[in-house]
């Protein structure tokens, strides 16, 4: 029998023994055996699922510096969901650009581990370990494809630039346990209540090291320079799990941080942070318009995306805190639904990334075409998607809370940003048909798994207010 201590971690452990399954079913394969591990990973990430939701409303803790609280097992159900759909996505990819496919789906669960460990982490400490447990497995499945030299050099830099702002974080703990002799964060927030006056230099000092940290993770600006690369480089359907799972992770352990243990101190970090919000939004925006390569299209996009959700966090009222998760689960779905079309309408020869590559592509693959103008109009907050509603929340909190300019520019850049998704669609259906080698048919499980998706969105832009309320009540329970 487990011990009650490890209750708040059990859909974390789940995860990590389905990885490691993964790594011993490859290890043990008899060579040329065909063997269904992805099916193993989704069994442990259903595991993980089902814990999740038998500790839902019970506040489990371990060891004093991990609280399965709702909000933490709220980011936990969606990075299982970022989880099974990139293993539904991935099967038939694994296959055609020959990943090692142990390897792969190992690394994808120990990089879920992490982010799971991270959401419901109450120690920096724990966050910070959290971190590299999952940035070391990203930099190495970004790196997977080994005979690319794009791909290798994306990892790179990703590792060399992921390094420093792991320093940076690090040094954040440092200066941050030197004040408060701590590094939990109640006795962190309870020693920023107990300041009275004007934050401290040093005080300063940690948080800002801290927002370093979390600013490259998120992507915002100007930490956002290993992104286009990473994403470009790194294969497709990683792009999207990387897209996604990792800004829903980070931003997790950014709003416990510092809407719970640093919120004493919310008159100096906002500034901050709207700044950082304004111009993430306008170069993700402005930049990802010039592009012609869609993945980098898209990581600009992810940029700009980074930057509502930093609206969100300035905000900081119950619709804003709400609308963070809202927000980072439709994101997740849209996102890797965006990438998945794009990695399986390619072949491991030809893959199909610049725009040109979309020209008259409704006449010969009409269901991909629907799909990814599905996920590209949420992205661009048309209705009825989700991707509607998720901003419309964000802007709406910012109204709510006074913050005008912020909820300006996220309007003007959100129209903007409409240019360049709609431009995949009018390549797609309004340029003639170009004959050339058919496109791959779309395996049926990832088939399924798009439609699902794309169900889904319609659904939340047509009823959201459950998952919302749901996310309120969630998010309330850090505090």
Known sequence: MMSPALNAVIPVICVVLAGLTCMLAEAFRERGERLPIGGLGIIGLVGAAISSVLLWGRRAES??????????????????????LT????????????????????????????????AIATDLVIIFLALEVFSLSIYVLTGLRRESFASTEAAFKYFLLGGFSSAFFLYGIAFMYGIVHSTRLDRIGAAMAAQSGAASPLVLVAMGLLLVG???????????????????????????????????????????????ALEPLRADWVPVVWVLAICTMILGTVVGVAQTNVKRMLAYSSIAHGGYLLVALVAGNSAGKASI????????????????VIALLGTRDKPV???????????????ASFMLTVFLLSLGGFPPTAGFVAKWYVFTAAVTAGEYTLAIVGLLTSVVSVFFY??????????????????????????????????????????????????????????
Request: hydrophobic fraction near 60%; aromatic fraction near 14%.
């Open 325 to 340: 998760l809202f927000y980072v689960l439709v994101y997740a779905i849209t996102n890797l639904g965006a990438f998945a």
């Open 214 to 260: 979390f600013a490259f993770k998120v992507s915002a600006v100007p930490f956002h320079m290993w992104t286009p690369d990473a994403y470009e480089g790194a294969p497709t359907i990683v792009t999207g799990f990387m897209s996604t799972a990792v800004k829903a992770a980070a931003f997790a352990a950014f709003a416990r941080v510092f809407l719970s």
């Open 353 to 367: 990334e610049q725009l040109d590559d979309y020209k008259g592509l409704w006449y010969s693959r009409p269901i």
């Open 63 to 84: 060891f004093g510096v991990v609280v399965a609280d709702d909000f933490g097992l709220f980011v936990g159900l969606v990075l299982i969901i970022i989880g099974i």
């Open 87 to 118: 293993i539904a996505f991935s099967s038939s990819l694994i296959e055609r650009d020959k990943l090692p496919q142990g390897e792969y789906y190992a690394l994808v669960l120990f990089a879920i581990s992490g982010m799971m460990l991270m």
């Open 422 to 479: 709609l431009r995949v669609v009018v390549m797609m259906y309004m340029s003639g048909r170009v004959e050339g080698e058919a496109a791959p048919p779309l395996p049926r499980t990832a088939l399924a798994a798009l439609v699902v998706s794309v169900a889904v969105l319609f659904y939340l832009g047509v009823l959201p207010t459950r998952l919302l309320n749901l996310a309120a009540s969630s998010i309330s329970t850090i505090f």
